[in-house]
């Protein structure tokens, strides 16, 4: 496949090649079974920051946060937020007042917590198995409380924010997620754990002995393919599923990176991506467990002596001091993309004045492997369109990517983003006889809805029902598709809509809809009780309020 390579030059190379090794059948054994032979190291790591990456909100969890602070005010939506704790439960508050008063006021138990709280907490809620970040976040370093990184600037999107497993990848560990949904669990584990990085480990307990498994036997490019799969940021498109740590991260993975022409701009994971840059990394192949032991048993050598063990005699000035190596050449400032947040630059330099302040350019870079197929390279775009920028120009370029190299349903979607779900239509219906995913067969319904081809997408719908059971979108958009077809009666119908109600019964949408069936079916209270609802969770949800109104006009 031919290569762009006028759009993605690749600046950085892979810290390791992309053959792909044999599966290895090896099964997760959990933290416990490791710490039975190494007591020593799982203590160790026990006090590290990322064994505290992700837990349970209880009442024995470390209260690091100040709870006696005001609330925080989202001007854009106009809501207050405000934490506490009421007994042995964390709660969120989100209100809104008028000349005074509260005019709504929303409660939330919080679930989890999310971050070690080394640089910030965030918080989770679980419901019915359905997991979603908070818009609160506690800012360690600053002492505040905030919007959670993403939320600010009219980009509130208050409790429905789905945290789907690529999201606790890199914060949790012992997760299972429910085949045939986003953000789904039958169970969520805990921090991050020995197996997080060392891959999972019953093989190695049935032959301890055996090479493969140990850390320090791998390559310094194998180890660090762990450390860059949530250390080095980007846009992941993932090539095939099953990576484990000690795994080529190239095999599996193609990450990019936003072009950055201002040097001192980095993000919140920006390590490896910062490192790669660095002089340290290129000739003496320093890699992150040079100066990080992710479970030291024993006092870890001060950076200035790691640094002085390669440059023994300093720089060409003799009154180069000794001391503070880091704070010069590895300076903290503020990350990119979260708020109140102070990290160390990994780009090890001599820092001259820099360019801070420099939009950056369209370009994307990649840094797993030198000459990525351009099929990477368009869904690359495509997703940062999506999740960040929503910049034109991006866009227009995945078309004219996707457009000669595909795949299918990357096309699809990137036509239905630019306004022509006609000419998207048949490039989803080529992707779905290859790619079966529930996003793909989503994206197919939804085109075959927007062209007016409705008995398919009922068909369509009906068949991700099958396969994605426990998926209630696709659920709704079958039972209102049946319901206008004529194929279901209204008290199937809406049956049909309150079961979904009990599922996820903060669903405005679904209230919603379950109203106006209900209020067909002459059944005014419960028309009046999902409305109640719709609005309890969304004040802002206008179909609600007009149909409240016109309901409120009509009673005696």
Known sequence: MAVLGALCIALYVSCQGGEVKEERESKYVGDSICASCHAAISKAYASTWKAHSFQRITSSLKRLEDFQQSPVYDPHRKFYYHARWEGDTLVLYEYRLQAGDTVYIRRERLDYVIGSGHQTRSYLLFRNGFLYEAPLTWYSLSRKWDLSPGYAEGHNSRFSREIQPSCLFCHASGWISIEGTYNQYSQLGHALGCESCHGPGSQHVANPKDPAYHWS?????????????????????????GWKPGDSLAAYWVIFLPERPELGSFGIASHVERLLRSTCFQRAKLTCTTCHDPHPL?????????????????????????????????????????????FTDHYIRVVEKERTHVRSSLKLICATEPHPDSIWVGQAYLKWYNESRRDRELLEQALSILGRWGPSAALAQALLLKGQPADALPYAEEAIQKDSTLSTMELYCYLLEMVGALEKALDGWHKITQMAPFYPDARFRYTLLAYQLGRITTEEAYQELYKLTQIQPWNAQLHYNAAIIAGGLGKLELTKKHLEHALAYEPDYELARQAWNRLSTKSP
């Open 298 to 342: 024993s006092p870890s050598p001060s950076y200035d002596k790691r640094c002085i063990s390669c440059h023994e005699k300093g720089c060409s000035s003799p009154s180069h001091p000794r001391t503070e190596c880091v704070k010069c050449h590895m300076p903290k400032g503020p990350t990119s993309d979260i708020p109140h947040a102070q």
């Open 217 to 241: 036997k791998w390559s310094p490019q194998r180890q660090m393919d762990v450390c860059s799969r949530c250390h080095l940021e980007g846009i992941a498109i993932e090539k095939r599923k």
